[in-house]
């Protein structure tokens, strides 16, 4: 870019480096806010396939009110973090009392055992050291809302009969 051309009225070259500068100073959404964005849609998405698998009530007691899907060994691995597996549908007394409570937390093991299988932390855990590639959330959304759809219709097929 020439920085003054005197073919150019000086005005339309203020104006012009105006206009320059502006863009400059427009907010950008930068990649980071587009990932934290679309992570949270995701996040939103999986609580919302784990609570319609539970027919929207707690897989714990059978309780509905006020539910929250808990993830059973975290969320830091986005393996584990999406994983429909790793997800268990609490009231949110159950959710703050029980499953994060550091006394009961034998207790709460124990019970999901109950309903999931004996051996449904084992299967999580081969899941969370089974991958090492972070994972494509464009391609994590799509999976969810697929799940979501699908989670939605055998609903809806169970209610209408």
């Given at each position: 870019?020439?920085?003054w ?10 104006l ?9 100073s ?10 934290k ?41 986005y ?5 429909l597996?790793?997800g ?5 007394g159950?959710?703050?009392f029980i499953?994060h ?7 709460f ?26 994972p ?26």
């Amino acid at each position: 870019m020439i920085l003054w051309d005197p073919e150019i009225l000086w005005w339309k070259q203020i104006l012009l480096w105006g206009m320059f500068f502006m863009t400059l100073s427009l907010p950008k959404i930068s990649d980071r806010q587009k990932h934290k964005d679309l992570k949270k849609i995701c996040d939103l998405l999986w609580a919302e396939c784990i609570k319609y698998r539970a027919d929207w009530k707690s897989e714990y007691s059978g309780r509905k009110g006020i539910l929250h899907a808990h993830h059973l060994m975290g969320k830091s691995c986005y393996a584990l973090r999406y994983s429909l597996e790793n997800g268990i549908c609490l009231t949110a007394g159950e959710h703050k009392f029980i499953a994060h409570h550091a006394g009961r937390q034998e207790q709460f093991r124990k019970r999901v055992k109950e309903i999931r299988g004996d051996d449904i932390f084992e299967k999580l855990y081969k899941i969370k050291w089974m991958t090492t590639t972070p994972p494509d959330l464009l391609i994590i959304r799509l999976y969810l809302e697929k799940e979501l759809n699908k989670l939605k219709e055998v609903l809806d097929e169970i209610h209408s009969d």
